[in-house]
């Protein structure tokens, strides 16, 4: 069902149409998205080089080609080009304008203007250079989402440095886990932060950080939370001087290391590379998320998540940033909608589950609060239902809702929309352009209309680099290249539309196979948590090695006021045969306090399942890296072990 088709003026009032009527001056006619995606899969040379142009990207030094060798891994991209993704973050806009706007719980709302921040990044890259901070070293960050982080983030990459970061409400542990990896020289630190009502003190955490990583030289204190870090330098400190400039660096010179969730094993250093992310993200951010010079893009993440790279990223095109920090639901729901109307925001990032949590509390955010500049409201980190869908479709009248899927991995998506597509109830819009996804049975051959494992059959820019640590790149084929040569498996579920749309299933790894027949675990989701009952629900399949149906269980979170008992057993059974299959009804359903879920949102099905099979705790999941952290205990108890 189309819920908002696309709209007639579609070429004369968006960015993509503004990249058509380019393209057409330059002899290049598409006759709308399919034929477009065509185009961007299958001549990679012609589209990369237009997103070159199109954005007018610098390169110090030409390239030689675009893509002289398709196969992956391995592919090297614009060889010979040189240039720097913080000059094209910091190139746009006037100096009188915003550029940041920050808000949080620990201080009083805060705002750059674009003057402002190329000053500080300049006076921070000034001070990491007297730290001997130059090309190619780490500089970590544990800090939240304010602009200290990003000031220090392009000051980083200013230098040809290396930049990772997590968020403090990570524990010690994890923190060491990650940035231990790669031996960084310089850590800059907040003392603590509050986190709604909550003041959360930090300084433990922050020493056994500092034993942890014995290559870390220097210890930037970033004032935040209220307590001194003896034996510091200051931020004051390290902006004592200024020196702009921008280090030239090779297209695949690393920009910053991101770490993949740390809930299936020690967490991945995964490299991104200047020329990568800088392309995929003006092309995603421009030509998707149709942002243009003066909008502004509220999306809340912590910089633990690829989503506040992509946050930043929005400075590309020359609009500003909206950064939040604290609890988002603190103290409401409506807090978000709020700083919407307040920023003026034209592009809104949510999680699916957030919508819906509005939508159950019966919330009209368009209609108490002025979201009149509102163009489109994104959605990303887990399937959103179609009742998700209806509910944007009729509370944000003329608002584009672009769902989308990626992942750390391409730190972008994959499948979203844009302008230039409909919008479905229930469904993705299709694959983002320069992306050649399909799904592909258990053959390797590709299927639509079924569910498959999604694939990459053409190489991105924004593919790694490689793992930091990984010389030989056996991980890094063993990740994304070992069950389909020279094919990108993303371990995700996905089944493709005949109309060109596309439903995430779930994680792969967590498919329920029942019987021969493989079930999404998504699909769950999306009856159970309709229920006015259920709060939250996770599903895993214990399988059964002779070969039978197995142990297929529902855990469910209530709602307050509900407690489950047969006849609400009965209801969640009813609901999935009716809406599904008899194949859904689980084997048991039982209540949990709540659902583990990882910092960013996604429900640990695999941890849950090897928890269930008799794993130790410590060898499923840090605790510091869940939502929740006692979210795991129900689960250890009910495999009989100690929690």
Request: proline share 7%.
């Amino acid at each position: 069902m189309i819920l908002r088709p696309v709209a007639p003026d579609v070429r004369e009032t968006t960015e993509i149409g503004r990249y058509l009527r380019w393209l057409e001056a330059r002899g290049r006619s598409f006759d709308g998205y399919a034929d477009l995606h065509r185009w961007s899969v299958t001549d990679l040379d012609g589209f990369w080089s237009s997103i070159v142009d199109f954005f007018g990207v610098r390169l110090h030094a030409p390239a030689t080609a675009v893509v002289p060798d398709r196969t992956m891994p391995g592919t090297e991209w614009f060889p010979g080009a040189t240039l720097n993704y913080a000059e094209h973050a910091l190139g746009h806009g006037p100096d009188g304008e915003a550029a940041v706007i920050a808000y949080s719980q620990t201080r009083e709302r805060t705002e750059l203007t674009w003057a402002q921040l190329r000053d500080q990044v300049a006076r921070a890259r000034a001070g990491l250079a007297r730290l001997g901070v130059g090309r190619g070293d780490r500089v970590v960050a544990y800090l939240p989402n304010i602009p200290e982080a990003v000031i220090a983030y392009l000051a980083v990459a200013s230098l040809g440095a290396i930049w990772a970061s997590c968020a403090p409400e990570f524990g010690a542990r994890s923190v060491i886990d990650r940035f231990g990896q790669i031996e960084p020289r310089v850590l800059l630190t907040v003392s603590g932060y509050r986190y709604g009502a909550k003041d959360v003190d930090r300084r433990a955490e922050v020493a056994e950080i500092r034993a942890g990583l014995p290559t870390a030289e220097h210890v930037v204190h970033v004032p935040y939370g209220g307590h001194d870090l003896p034996g510091t330098l200051t931020w004051a400190d390290l902006l004592a001087e200024s020196a702009p400039g921008f280090e030239p660096v090779g297209f695949a010179h690393p920009l910053c290391v991101l770490f993949s969730s740390g809930t299936t094993g020690k967490p991945k250093a995964i490299v991104h590379g200047h020329g990568g992310i800088l392309l995929e993200h003006l092309k995603n951010h421009g030509l998707s998320w149709d942002l243009r010079p003066g909008d502004r893009i509220l999306w809340f993440s912590t910089t633990a998540w690829m989503m506040w790279n992509a946050l930043v990223s929005g400075l590309l095109t020359g609009a500003s940033i909206v950064l939040v920090d604290g609890n988002p639901l603190h103290p409401d729901l409506a807090w978000q909608w709020r700083l919407a109307e307040e920023t003026r925001a034209t592009l809104m990032g949510a999680s699916p589950g957030f919508l819906m949590a509005c939508r159950k509390a019966g919330l009209d955010p368009a209609a108490e609060f002025d979201l009149s500049a509102l163009r489109q409201l994104g959605a990303a980190g887990s399937p959103l239902p179609a009742e998700g869908f209806h509910w944007v479709h009729e509370r944000f009248p003329g608002v584009l809702l672009n769902v989308g899927s990626g992942g750390t991995d391409v730190c972008s998506g994959i499948v979203q929309g844009s302008p230039l597509q409909p919008v479905r109830a229930g469904e993705i819009s299709g694959p983002c352009l320069g992306v050649d996804a399909k799904a592909f049975d258990d053959h390797g051959a590709p299927v639509v209309g079924d569910l498959g494992e999604l694939v990459i059959t053409a190489p991105m820019p924004s593919m790694p680099v490689g793992f930091w640590g990984d010389g030989s790149g056996e991980r890094y084929r063993e990740t994304y290249f070992s069950t389909y040569p020279g094919i990108w498996r993303h371990g995700d579920w996905i089944r493709f539309t005949p109309g060109g749309g596309c439903v995430i299933a779930g994680r792969s790894d967590a498919t329920l196979n029942r019987g021969g027949v493989r079930l999404g675990t998504a699909e769950f989701y999306a009856v159970v948590e309709e229920l006015p009952e259920v709060e939250d629900s996770l599903v895993v399949h214990l399988e059964d090695p002779a070969g039978g149906n197995g142990d297929l269980r529902l855990f469910v979170a209530l709602r307050a006021g509900f407690t489950l008992d047969d006849a609400l057993r009965g209801k969640i059974a009813s609901a999935l045969r009716t809406a599904l299959s008899p194949r859904h009804v689980p084997d048991a359903i039982t209540a949990v306090p709540s659902i583990p879920r990882n910092r960013t949102g996604k429900k640990l099905e695999l941890p849950v399942k090897k928890l269930l099979r008799g794993a130790r705790p410590d060898d499923v999941a840090a605790r510091d890296v869940l939502a929740d952290p006692a979210s795991l205990d129900p689960f250890v108890a009910l495999a009989g072990g100690p929690a």
